[in-house]
T-cell receptor
Framework: DTGVSQNPRHKITKRGQNVTFRCDPISEHNRLYWYRQTLGQGPEFLTYFQNEAQLEKSRLLSDRFSAERPKGSFSTLEIQRTEQGDSAMYLC????????????FGQGTRLTVV | GNSVTQMEGPVTLSEEAFLTINCTYTATGYPSLFWYVQYPGEGLQLLLKATKADDKGSNKGFEATYRKETTSFHLEKGSVQVSDSAVYFCALPLFSGGYNKLIFGAGTRLAVHP
C-alpha cells in the first residue's frame, strides 16, 4: 500500500459544470476525511466518514457538494454547478480507528473553475 | 474552541541557517500536536508529532517540544537545506463525537536559498 491516492491531480472546469473527485484511502483505515485548502490558507475540514457512514458535514459543504463512501473503501466528492469560488485544492486523508490521531493525506486534487 | 496560530511567512533563510517557526494553540485539555509539511504542488505529509506535554517530536532534523506552560509547539531545525523549502502547518485535533478532525494554522512558507 503506497498511501492515500487521489484522482485526478488537476481538474479545470467551466463554471456551471459538475466535477467528481476520487479518494482511495490506506487500505486498513476506516476513517476518511475531506478537506479544502484555498491559496495561502491551511486546510479546512469538509466532511468525515467512518466506514460507509458520513458522520459530519461542515457548514462549508453547501448543497452543491456531496460525498459518498459506498462500501467503506474509496470515497467520491462531487461538486455540482461549480462556481469560481470552488477553486481550491481538495485533500483527502485517512486514519485508523485504533485511537491514534494522526491522519495521512493524499496529494490532493487541484480544481480550477474558469 | 481549539485553534492554532502560526507566525506569518514567508521565512527566507540561507542554507545552513537556524530555523524557528512559531506555533501557539488554544485547546481544551492536552491534545496531540502535529507539524505537517507541504512541498510545492503536493499534499500534506506528517513531519512530526507530540502526544503529551513536554514531549519532543523529531524527524529529518526538525524538532518541536510540546510546552503546556506557554501553549506552544515551535518548530526548529539547526541547519536548513534548500530541499526544506516548503509550507509548514501546525495542527491539533478537535475531538468531535468519537473522532478527531484536524485544525490547521494558516501555514508558514519557508524559502531556503543556497
Amino acid at each position: 500500500d503506497t498511501g492515500v491516492s487521489q484522482n485526478p491531480r488537476h481538474k479545470i472546469t467551466k463554471r456551471g459544470q459538475n466535477v467528481t473527485f476520487r479518494c482511495d484511502p490506506i487500505s486498513e483505515h476506516n476513517r476518511l476525511y475531506w478537506y479544502r485548502q484555498t491559496l495561502g490558507q491551511g486546510p479546512e475540514f469538509l466532511t468525515y466518514f467512518q466506514n460507509e457512514a458520513q458522520l459530519e458535514k461542515s457548514r462549508l459543504l453547501s448543497d452543491r457538494f456531496s460525498a459518498e463512501r459506498p462500501k467503506g473503501s474509496f470515497s467520491t466528492l462531487e461538486i455540482q454547478r461549480t462556481e469560481q469560488g470552488d477553486s481550491a485544492m481538495y485533500l483527502c486523508a485517512s486514519s485508523s480507528i485504533q485511537g491514534r490521531t494522526e491522519a495521512f493525506f493524499g496529494q490532493g486534487t487541484r480544481l480550477t473553475v474558469v | 474552541g481549539n485553534s492554532v496560530t502560526q507566525m506569518e511567512g514567508p521565512v527566507t533563510l540561507s542554507e545552513e541557517a537556524f530555523l524557528t517557526i512559531n506555533c501557539t494553540y488554544t485547546a481544551t485539555g492536552y491534545p496531540s500536536l502535529f507539524w505537517y509539511v507541504q512541498y510545492p504542488g503536493e499534499g500534506l505529509q506528517l513531519l512530526l508529532k507530540a502526544t503529551k506535554a513536554d514531549d519532543k517530536g523529531s524527524n529529518k532534523g526538525f524538532e518541536a517540544t510540546y510546552r503546556k506552560e506557554t501553549t506552544s509547539f515551535h518548530l526548529e531545525k539547526g541547519s536548513v537545506q534548500v530541499s526544506d523549502s516548503a509550507v509548514y502547518f501546525c495542527a491539533l485535533p478537535l475531538f468531535s463525537g468519537g473522532y478527531n478532525k484536524l485544525i490547521f494554522g494558516a501555514g508558514t512558507r519557508l524559502a531556503v536559498h543556497p
